[in-house]
């Protein structure tokens, strides 16, 4: 069951949703970004960064265990997640800045994932390794978010009458896929969720919040429009868990180190929905205020 969806049902969905994104897209979309690179760099230094140094210092304030504590230097170290693109659609953040942020910080993490990790297991385990980035995973996130994308946007070109017809029950399809996600990962894991939650939940939830939070106010309080910052949030908030915990199984052969992955996955679909809904009932007190204001 958990293969099969994982290899099988959750990439065709996701790929279906992300095709519901490009039929909202335009060429003039990405090409208007080129106007705001102080926000990719913004989102890319929180990211890459500070993201990591503020896993690092938890792992020394809370003093985890050495594998728990590299498990969460890899979750920290990993690039944002296809899923940041949904909920960025859902809650009206920039989808197109999303889908540039994942473009570039997947790239990115090429070099910089397997150098965090070396100097995590140096640090917490004195221990050498070469670590190397699944050179399939990269190839799997292009293939969910880029070529959907396209085919969604070429669709709306020849038919653009098309995109306002489905754009509804597209993101209504989009929250049921999230919500059953979520039941999903919860129900997978339930055996193991007591003793994993007693071992690294509250610092895979402090680490989740100060994503999203960082995500969200820095960009803020640097000028960024509110809707490029929604999309900052959840760029920086989601991760792509999938690669965490490839690379702690597959790469690093140790189950433990993908505990920390395995738990974020929960509580960052469970927190990005709480955050969206919150900043867009914020969105809504503005509004009704700016009418106010009017009469």
């Given at each position: ?151 969604g946007m070429l669709l709306r070109a020849k038919f653009p009458n098309l995109s306002i017809t ?66 900052c949030t959840f760029e920086i908030g989601i991760h792509n868990t999938a690669i965490a915990l ?24 469970s927190f990005a929905t709480i955050f969206g809904v919150l900043i867009s009932r914020q969105q ?12």
């Amino acid at each position: 069951m958990d293969s099969g969806f994982f290899s099988v049902f959750l990439p065709i969905t996701l790929a279906i949703m992300m095709m519901g994104l490009g039929l909202e897209l335009t060429i003039k979309d990405f090409l208007r970004l080129s106007r705001y690179p102080k926000v990719i760099f913004i989102t890319l230094f929180a990211q890459l960064v500070l993201l990591p140094s503020i896993a690092f210092f938890i792992c020394l304030i809370l003093d985890l265990p050495a594998l728990l504590a590299v498990g969460l230097m890899l979750l920290a170290a990993s690039p944002g997640g296809p899923t940041a693109n949904l909920f960025s659609y859902i809650y009206k953040g920039d989808v197109a800045l999303n889908i540039t942020l994942t473009a570039i910080n997947t790239i990115i993490s090429i070099f910089t994932l397997p150098f965090i990790i070396n100097l995590s297991l140096h640090y917490f385990m004195s221990h050498d390794s070469n670590v190397t980035f699944p050179a399939e995973k990269i190839v799997q996130v292009f293939l969910i978010t880029l070529i959907p994308v396209i085919m969604g946007m070429l669709l709306r070109a020849k038919f653009p009458n098309l995109s306002i017809t489905v754009s509804r029950p597209m993101r209504l399809l989009s929250i049921g896929f999230l919500t059953i996600l979520l039941i999903f990962a919860i129900f997978r894991e339930r055996s193991n969720l007591v003793e994993y939650f007693a071992n690294i939940g509250a610092v895979t939830a402090i680490l989740c919040f100060s994503s999203l939070f960082i995500g969200y106010c820095i960009p803020l309080l640097m000028g960024i429009p509110e809707k490029m910052a929604r999309a900052c949030t959840f760029e920086i908030g989601i991760h792509n868990t999938a690669i965490a915990l490839t690379i702690a199984i597959s790469v690093l052969n140790n189950v433990t180190m993908a505990i920390p992955a395995g738990i974020y996955t929960i509580f960052m679909y469970s927190f990005a929905t709480i955050f969206g809904v919150l900043i867009s009932r914020q969105q809504v007190v503005y509004s009704n205020k700016g009418r106010l204001s009017d009469l």
